[in-house]
């Protein structure tokens, strides 16, 4: 099957990027957003650098702040409302993936009404809402170029998948000078979850040879830029590399997918509240160790492409340096198991079952090379917990 390739119509990449804003909303012929973002972009002064932007250049806006981690139902309802209450004919997000994530999430419903639960996938989006310029602030979650959403059912506790060309940005603003301020947690955190986004996209049973080559390339990018971004947050060349790797991992996982680390991880974040990136990064050395044996060729270019092993070196012998590595860069970034991040141990068990059957439900699993059965899936999640 020839893949169809889905990303935003124009990005610009670099430091000083964010300049840009008002000639892409004119390009476009835009003159009224809704910016959406969160209450620390708001107070840092992010939000004031984008707005007297927009003043400069007398386009007309409005903020809506008030988007919070892994973006709930009851949030993007509240923003939802706040865009039908003005003339607005764009969103721009500035933030984490979670502002960007609550702006797909209303442009959504803008379009088509009903409730998220409706969009969930493997469901349809039939129309496409308002337009959406993404600024990421976190070189992580890669959103600003993905046709994904992650919203979690504030009444179920249920992390929900919504996917479609709907979601996708139009534009992508990538400028990794707004990540120099980034706290080690957030940037160690962030950094993990697009390692895992380049290397899923890589194994996934969906992969292609155009997304096979952003994938090694983030991973490159990641894998030796990581520790110096987290030691050294003011290296710009660790930043602007993050910064690169996430983006790329981003338009490499949509188009192809992520796969059993993602949908065993949203159910721990949707429970636990665990930040996304941190309860990947838990479960990443473990999921990869029992995919190995479905795709060790994919698994050790891995390891060739992060730099831990030779290209000459031995499939299994490259395997064994990726898996070693992983679990070093869990202990070098101080990344806890879900014991040692407080996670109740029969609270953990009880919903065992729940979380298991969410994580299979959410589709991600199948694209994993060695898919598991409900009862894999329940022990890994007990090997995860520490």
């Not at 957003?33 to 939000?47: A, Q, R």
């Not at 160690?188 to 997304?211: C, K, M, Q, W």
């Not at 679990?327 to 879900?338: A, G, I, Q, S």
Request: charged share 20%; net charge negative; proline share 7%.
């Amino acid at each position: 099957m020839v893949p169809i390739v889905t990303m935003p119509r124009l990005m610009a990449v670099g430091g000083g990027a964010l300049a840009e804003l008002p000639a892409m909303l004119r390009r476009l012929g835009l003159s009224r957003p809704l910016v959406v973002t969160d209450p620390y972009i708001k107070s840092c002064g992010i939000l004031d650098q984008a707005t007297e932007l927009l003043d400069g250049a007398q386009i007309r806006w409005s903020v809506f702040a008030d988007t919070v981690p892994d973006p709930t139902t009851t949030a993007v309802e509240a923003g939802t409302h706040h865009l039908a209450e003005g003339s607005f004919d764009s969103l721009v997000a500035i933030g984490g993936g979670s502002s960007i994530d609550t702006a797909k999430a209303m442009s959504v419903l803008a379009a088509n009404g009903g409730q998220m639960r409706d969009y969930k996938v493997p469901a349809e989006i039939p129309k496409a809402g308002p337009p959406l310029v993404a600024i990421p602030t976190t070189a992580g979650t890669g959103s600003e170029v993905t046709r994904f959403t992650v919203i979690t059912d504030s009444e179920t506790d249920e992390k929900m998948l919504i996917a479609g060309l709907a979601c996708c940005p139009l534009v992508a603003i990538v400028d990794y000078e707004l990540t120099l301020s980034m706290p080690l947690r957030l940037t160690a955190d962030t950094g993990l979850d697009s390692l895992t986004h380049a290397i899923e996209a890589y194994v996934s049973r969906r992969a292609n040879p155009f997304t096979d080559g952003l994938a090694k390339s983030a991973m490159g990018l990641i894998a030796r830029h990581i520790r110096t971004a987290c030691a050294e947050p003011g290296d710009r060349a660790a930043r602007e590399a993050m910064m690169l790797g996430a983006t790329t991992a981003g338009m490499a996982f949509s188009n192809s997918s992520v796969c059993l680390v993602h949908g065993m991880s949203r159910p721990i974040g949707a429970f636990f509240h665990v930040p996304h990136g941190l309860s990947n990064a838990m479960l990443l050395p473990e999921i990869t160790a029992f995919s190995v044996p479905a795709a060790l060729e994919r698994y050790a270019d891995c390891a060739r492409a992060m730099g831990v092993a030779e290209e000459d070196e031995g499939s299994q012998a490259a395997v064994a340096r990726l898996l070693d590595e992983l679990r070093r860069l869990n202990e070098d970034l101080k990344v806890p198991t879900p014991r040692g991040w407080g996670i109740d141990a029969a609270r953990y068990e009880e919903l065992l079952p729940a979380m298991a059957n969410q994580a299979l439900g959410s589709g991600s699993p199948a694209n994993n090379p060695r898919i598991p059965t409900i009862d894999e899936i329940v022990e890994l999640y007990r090997r995860v917990y520490g």
